[in-house]
């Protein structure tokens, strides 16, 4: 049975990190996941996203649809990935180590760690921006400054505390957004700015990118936040409570975004918080929404927080052979990794700010190739069927570097790159097809159909599904070999 908190426990810290949770600390339900991942989404930064397929020429009839398709493709993957979460105990990048080998994950983790950084940087900023406007602070710093302590608090704190702040992002996120939703309409004649232009291939394309690249880029941690509920959830139980909360947050919001920006065009991204700040109307209102912009991106920026602190420690945790560390070392990771993300945000100018969103826009590609090995290898391969104490263990199961998932993730990202349309490159083949950008869907068939086609004559999944006792106080390194 799953253990029951008092309302104490549940704000008290997690001492937890990547070892794998006992039978006995488990609890929660799959409805979790839907509000944590609903009010993780349902926040300024995806506004925006859904407002670039629009400022990028999309007519928002055609983005809108464009960017639920993506929507919903990229939210398959990373409900695939969370689906893992009750069933393994550990957490999403541990569990990779069993397609890459224990020190082989690295790779892919370095650069989800500077996608963290990036995201969780301009998500302060613009964080920072709204609670100045809050407290009427002159100095946006201030803000940046005041927001990264409170995402190092929940962070800290952990596991419960983020999941709390999932649910009332949930609730603030439904009442805001609607609320601006429908000054949008009444404030502007949204009518006029829509179907005005006709169907165009690369631009429709581009918001079915926008939409599946947000979803992915929370596959490498998703995971993380269904570990801890009970081993016999129902897969597909948490698969759809993950998918719905992360597809119908983000899409919301996105559309938001795109008729937002049809109305409104480039002033909008100029100047995303005063805009919905002036959206929302009288001064009390606009503070309202003010907290509404402050919650969301709070939810999302522990989320890159607490993420980025469990990379690191995978990371760093591969060559030394540690599955625990001290909650002193915890909190200092923590900490860390949220002052240097505050750093970038003080620093940066606003050019550096778009030029930052556009590598990361383009170290993305990584997360398609990384998924499609995580994947094919759970679901077709091992079946589901994972040795958790070799993930641990450089000279187990699973080894230090697995060369095959290795060179197909290689040649993923690499096929991508003729088929990329970023800022900072734009591939040949891509400007063969008028600029739509196709890469993520080419980065995921070649890689799984490669990596299937290799490893499925020669893999060797353990040869039971086996739940060996996993002590209450989570001494045992043993987890399901299942």
């Given at each position: ?16 990190t ?40 999309a ?37 990779s ?6 020190h ?12 963290y ?19 009427h602070i ?44 429908v ?12 179907g005005?232009?006709g ?9 079915v990118?926008l939409g ?20 016999d959830?129902?897969m597909?139980?948490?698969?759809w ?11 919301w ?22 805009f ?48 625990r ?13 949220t ?6 945000a003080l ?31 759970y ?6 069927r994972?040795d ?16 095959t998932?290795?060179t ?9 790159i003729?088929?990329?349309a ?17 890469s993520w ?29 996993v002590?209450?106080a ?5 987890a399901?070999?299942g």
């Amino acid at each position: 049975m799953p253990v029951q908190h008092t309302p104490g426990e549940r704000l008290s810290m997690e001492t937890r990190t990547i070892e794998v949770i006992p039978d006995a600390e488990r609890h929660g339900t799959p409805r979790s996941q839907f509000t944590l991942w609903f009010g993780a989404n349902m926040q300024i930064t995806a506004i925006v996203d859904g407002a670039l397929s629009v400022v990028f020429g999309a007519d928002a009839l055609w983005a809108i649809p464009a960017l639920l398709i993506g929507n919903l493709l990229g939210g398959i993957v990373m409900a695939l990935h969370s689906a893992q979460g009750p069933r393994l105990g550990v957490p999403q990048m541990i569990s990779s180590r069993a397609q890459f080998g224990v020190h082989g994950a690295v790779l892919p983790l370095l650069l989800v760690i500077l996608m963290y950084l990036g995201f969780a940087a301009t998500g302060s900023v613009l964080a920072g921006q709204a609670l100045s406007e809050m407290l009427h602070i002159d100095n946006t710093d201030a803000g940046i400054l005041i927001f990264g302590a409170l995402t190092a608090v929940v962070a800290v704190t952990g596991y419960r505390l983020i999941h709390i702040a999932g649910r009332i992002a949930t609730v603030v996120g439904v009442l805001g957004l609607g609320y601006l939703l429908v000054r949008l309409f009444t404030q502007y004649d949204v009518g006029a700015h829509v179907g005005n232009k006709g169907f165009e291939t690369a631009t429709f394309l581009l918001a079915v990118g926008l939409g599946a690249g947000w979803q992915l880029t929370f596959g490498p941690y998703v995971a993380d936040y269904s570990r801890y509920l009970p081993r016999d959830t129902s897969m597909r139980a948490t698969f759809w409570s993950t998918f719905a909360g992360s597809v119908i947050g983000s899409q919301w919001a996105m559309t938001l975004g795109a008729l937002t920006a049809a109305v409104a065009g480039k002033t909008f991204l100029s100047d995303q918080v005063g805009f919905l700040g002036d959206l929302a109307g009288p001064a009390v209102l606009a503070v309202l929404i003010y907290l509404v912009i402050v919650v969301g991106k709070l939810t999302v920026n522990c989320l890159n927080a607490y993420g980025g602190f469990m990379s690191m420690l995978t990371t760093v945790t591969a060559f030394d052979g540690r599955s625990r560390i001290s909650a002193a070392a915890r909190a200092a990771y923590i900490v860390g990794f949220t002052a240097v993300s505050m750093v970038i945000a003080l620093a940066a100018s606003d050019d550096f700010l778009n030029n930052f969103k556009n590598f990361v826009l383009l170290i993305l590609m990584v997360f398609t190739p990384w998924s499609a090995i995580n994947l094919v290898d759970y679901y077709l391969i091992s079946r589901e069927r994972v040795d958790i104490p070799a993930l641990y263990d450089p000279d187990g199961r699973y080894g230090r570097w697995n060369v095959t998932a290795l060179t197909c993730y290689v040649v993923g990202v690499a096929v991508q790159i003729p088929f990329l349309a970023t800022k900072l490159y734009t591939g040949a083949i891509t400007k063969r097809l008028d600029g739509a950008d196709i890469s993520w869907i080419v980065g995921l068939v070649v890689t799984a159909a490669l990596y299937w086609l290799w490893v499925r004559r020669t893999a060797n999944p353990p040869a039971e599904t086996v739940h060996p006792a996993v002590t209450e106080a989570g001494d045992d390194a043993t987890a399901p070999v299942g």
